[in-house]
């Protein structure tokens, strides 16, 4: 089975640009999880999908980003504008089960996207 | 709040020694507990987890893991590390009813020939 697919692996903008990530999660997971790692610091959760519904969105930073997962395949991260802070890898990761038995089923991560914002 | 302490940023270890990565945790409930293992321009890898049951949970690539629920700990251990075990190291933990993974900031570990 292909694992979780990311797109691009870098992405190098200035400060001001526009950037879309792009993940394609394993066939049939319903949840699909983005992360972002800032260098030298903790994994942070940003979202969760369930299917194309936000299942929670707390630990999106601000209003620039913008997640979507239409038709509950594919999802896209869109930085609008992109800021220096916002430097760092954004991972994607799915999973296949819903409700309390996902709970204990592992993620599967992508390879994450390295964003640098200059 | 829930949170994950790696106390760690680097663990050097010989090759053939015992190697250990410390994880502390704080949840409330019962806590659902991870080991991820990076390794360079790649995605996390799970190696293990706690869900419950016998303490001691065996993984991938000979890893294991201790839970000690008085100490609040999930701490990464094997018998004998090769080189090739060098990588990064995330702990993390899910809260009862919440499907999210909560991260520590995740441990260097270098194995020296």
């Known amino acids: 089975e292909a694992g979780v697919t990311q797109f691009p692996s870098h992405s190098v903008i200035e400060k001001g640009q526009t950037v879309t990530l792009r993940c394609d999660p394993i066939?049939?997971?319903?949840?699909l999880y983005w992360y972002r790692r800032v260098m030298g610091k903790e994994i942070k959760f940003l979202l969760h999908f369930v299917k194309e519904s936000k299942q929670d969105e707390s630990g999106m930073p601000n209003n620039r980003f913008l997640a979507e997962r239409t038709g509950g395949t594919y999802s896209t991260l869109k930085v609008q504008p992109a800021e220096l802070e916002d430097s760092g890898v954004y991972f994607c990761a799915s999973s296949q089960n819903q409700g309390p038995s996902s709970y204990n089923s592992p993620l599967h991560f992508g390879n994450g996207t390295r964003l640098t914002v200059t | 709040a829930q949170s994950v302490a790696q106390p760690e940023d680097q663990v050097n270890v010989a090759e053939g020694n015992p190697l250990t990565v410390k994880c502390t945790y704080s949840?409330?409930?019962?806590?659902?507990l991870f080991w991820y293992v990076q390794y360079p321009n790649r995605g996390l890898q799970f190696l293990l987890k706690y869900i419950t049951g016998d303490n001691l949970v065996k993984g991938s690539y000979g890893f294991e893991a201790e839970f000690n629920k008085s100490q609040t700990s999930f701490h990464l251990k094997k018998p004998s590390a090769l080189v090739s075990d060098s990588a990064l190291y995330f702990c993390?933990?899910?809260?009862w009813g919440t499907g999210k993974l909560i991260f520590g900031q995740g441990t260097t570990l270098q194995v020296k020939p």
């Open positions: 066939s049939g997971h319903d949840n």
């Open positions: 949840v409330s409930g019962n806590p659902y």
């Open positions: 993390a933990v899910r809260g």
